[in-house]
């Protein structure tokens, strides 16, 4: 674990989650994406080293786990941990306020679910 910068929670969760990228990884899998290859289709253009590193972070905190798939054992397949499930509120919840508050914003599919 990275060292804090403070014991505030809203700081320690921005450390987390507060970078560009993050939760719309994390979007991606409330919505449903599994694949690596998933995760690079999203409009937001993720670089893939930048996306390597997000789910390498992820998976070492224990927020996602990553499982070779069934049917093609060269692919991975990710998925939210029993520890990373609660990111799904954090996420619904970025998502609600844009709606509100945001103009001309809509719901990536699978999110509000």
């Known amino acids: 674990?990275?060292?804090?910068?403070?014991?505030?929670?809203?700081?320690?969760?921005l450390d987390l989650v507060g970078d560009r990228w993050?939760?719309?990884?994390?979007r991606d899998l409330v919505?449903?994406?599994t694949r690596f290859d998933e995760f690079l289709?999203?409009?937001?253009?993720?670089?893939?080293?930048?996306l390597s590193a997000r789910l390498k972070l992820l998976?070492?905190?224990?927020?996602?786990?990553?499982?070779?798939?069934?049917?093609?054992?060269?692919?991975?397949?990710?998925?939210l941990t029993k520890s990373g499930k609660p990111l799904r509120r954090l996420v619904r919840e970025i998502a609600d306020w844009g709606l509100k508050?945001?103009?001309?914003?809509?719901?990536?599919?699978?999110?509000?679910?």
């Open 41 to 50: 289709a999203s409009e937001e253009n993720i670089a893939t080293n930048i």
């Open 22 to 26: 993050t939760l719309l990884v994390v």
């Open 31 to 33: 919505a449903g994406k």
């Open 59 to 79: 998976e070492e905190l224990g927020y996602i786990a990553r499982k070779s798939d069934s049917i093609d054992g060269r692919r991975v397949r990710y998925r």
């Open 1 to 13: 674990m990275r060292q804090r910068r403070s014991n505030c929670p809203i700081a320690c969760t």
């Open 101 to 113: 508050n945001l103009p001309k914003t809509k719901l990536v599919s699978g999110v509000s679910d």
